[in-house]
Nanobody, 126 residues
């Protein structure tokens, strides 16, 4: 049974940084496209970033240049380093795992991912 467990959320002032982690069990990050989504209160879940099997990365325009997705295949852990945080980054962040070998446009949609973590709250105050 695949399990994704996030950690690292919290409260930070604007301009600060946080690093989210997502540890997987019964799933191998090195074999598939994985990513991060976020959902702000009252809004739909939106795609943030994805990383492919060759470690190529893609980002939503809203976070490009500020967030960095990475993974440690030996630890089977996915990360999201978030710098220069803004109040509009406030949301519950979810890691997501697919069965796609490469990240395509479909992996910018929630339907492109099969497994989800429980979410971790990130709050950025002005």
């Amino acid at each position: 049974q695949v399990q994704l467990v996030e950690s690292g959320g919290g409260s930070v002032q604007a301009g600060g940084s946080l690093r989210l982690s997502c540890a997987a069990s019964a799933y191998t990050y090195s074999s598939y496209c994985v990513g991060w989504f976020r959902q702000a209160a009252g809004k739909q879940r939106e795609w943030v970033s994805s990383i492919s099997t060759d470690s190529s990365t893609i980002y939503a325009n809203s976070v490009k240049g500020r967030f960095t997705i990475s993974k440690d295949n030996a630890k089977n852990t996915l990360y999201l380093q978030m710098n220069s945080l803004k109040p509009e980054d406030t949301a519950v962040y979810y890691c997501a795992a697919s069965l796609a070998r490469a990240c395509t446009l479909y992996q910018r949609e929630t339907l492109g991912f099969l497994y989800w973590g429980q979410g971790t709250q990130v709050t950025v105050s002005s």
